[in-house]
């Protein structure tokens, strides 16, 4: 009776992913989600040798920080 165990196999698999638990819808990026540097007065500027990776720099201007949402539809016409 090979079928019944065919049978068996796709009810428990049909069951496994019923109850399976469903991963959380990951969240859209924010601009404050970014670590951009930033410009504020009275900063202190670090002072490194060689190659570094420096966090949170403070420059005098990082560019246009605007966000725009897509209104365009994609695809074929």
């Given at each position: 009776m090979?079928?019944?165990q065919i049978v068996v196999w796709?009810?428990?698999a049909l069951i496994q992913y019923a109850l399976a638990p469903k991963?959380?819808?990951p969240q859209a990026a924010e601009l404050k989600d970014f670590d951009?540097?930033?410009?504020d007065e009275g900063r202190p500027v670090p002072v490194v040798f060689?190659?570094?990776l420096v966090k949170s720099a403070?420059?005098?201007w990082y560019g246009d920080l605007r966000t725009t949402p897509i209104k365009s539809k994609g695809g074929k016409k």
């Open positions: 090979p079928w019944m796709i009810v428990t991963p959380p819808q951009a540097p930033t410009a060689g190659t570094v403070n420059v005098v």
